[in-house]
């Protein structure tokens, strides 16, 4: 008698998945809430408010300011553009354009060209290399009040320079009392005091230019201009631009220096007045005319934004 066929096993049943834990909102972990919509704005508003009541708010009010004819005291009406039609019969004011003009003329091909050579001369390895960096950054820290005084005690009539020169029998030079050449002697004042600051620009500029690609041209045989006009310039042409730019809105925008060199007045006669200067003059004082000043003041920008777009215009153009 045969033994009967085991029987199969049941298959195992399937297991089921455990329920997930369902976790209340309350009691959720802070990194997978939900944010809202309106979260950066909320980590931005300290900023904005800051910007806004600094920046935006003073820049609004000069606008509408120069629609009116306020005064310090006074709130003034509005009159439209009066106050640039005056603008353009003002003897004052081409008279500041004119040296801010030149102001920006002769001061931004020197700040371009100059801390380049400075910051080609310092980043070279040579004993004592650090004192001097520090000693072409001295005047970049220092107040350009205390660097003021020191220039006109140096260029007055009585000052050190001239006295040097009437030594020497060359004559006294008045450096603060003829119009040019205390214009000039401003020019000289602010390139030596950013001479540092755009030095430092150029040295960062530089560090990133590749040493093959000077090890390559000495071995084609170019010389030490070569290398400089055809590998160096090149490499730090987008930092001459910007260069250009900063220095371009300081210079136009330029106030201490002509002011403690050539005073209140502006010089003889006030022709060495700027408009920065001519903005100050005219708008401050218990009858201050707060309009005319704010129409001079939104010239300034208008100019300003004009050098820059112009600047950029010309590093397009070159690239092109």
């Known amino acids: ?24 909102a309350a009691r959720r972990a802070p990194g997978i809430r939900r944010q809202l919509p309106t979260s950066p704005w909320l980590f931005a508003a300290p900023g904005l408010l800051i ?50 003009v030149l102001y920006v003329v002769g001061v931004v091909p020197a700040l371009v060209v100059l801390p380049l050579l400075l910051a080609l001369l310092v980043r070279r390895h040579i004993p004592g290399v650090a004192f001097f960096r520090s000693a072409f950054y001295t005047p970049v820290v220092a107040s350009v009040v205390v660097v003021g005084l020191i220039w006109v005690w140096l260029l007055d ?55 093959e690609l000077h090890e390559a041209a000495a071995v084609d045989g170019a010389g030490p201009v070569r290398r400089f006009l055809s590998v160096t310039v090149p490499a730090v ?21 002509v002011y403690l060199m050539a005073g209140p007045s502006g010089g003889p006669a006030g022709e060495d007045t700027t408009l920065v200067m001519l903005v100050q003059r005219t708008g401050t004082g218990l009858t201050g005319r707060v309009g005319y000043a704010s129409a001079l003041s939104v010239v300034v920008f208008a100019v300003t934004v004009a050098l820059m777009l112009l600047v950029l215009r010309a590093d397009r153009r070159e690239e092109t």
């Open 1 to 24: 008698m045969t033994a009967p066929a085991p029987v199969p096993a049941p298959p195992p049943a399937p297991r089921v998945p455990p329920t997930p834990r369902v976790v209340p």
């Open 51 to 100: 910007a806004g009541g600094f920046a935006l708010y003073p820049f609004v009010s000069t606008l509408v300011n120069s629609l009116t004819d306020r005064r310090v005291l006074l709130p003034g009406r509005f009159v439209g553009l009066a106050n640039y039609r005056e603008l353009l019969h003002d003897d004052m004011f081409w008279t500041g354009l004119r040296n801010s």
């Open 157 to 211: 009539e009585r000052g050190l320079v001239n006295s040097l020169l009437e030594a020497a029998g060359a004559g006294r030079v008045g450096f603060l009392s003829d119009p040019w050449l205390l214009l000039l002697s401003a020019m000289a004042v602010t390139v030596w005091k950013g001479l540092g600051y755009y030095m430092i620009i150029y040295l960062a500029a530089l560090a990133n230019v590749p040493r």
């Open 237 to 257: 042409r987008s930092t001459m631009v910007l260069v250009a730019a900063l220095s371009s809105v300081a210079a136009f925008k330029v106030f201490s220096e």
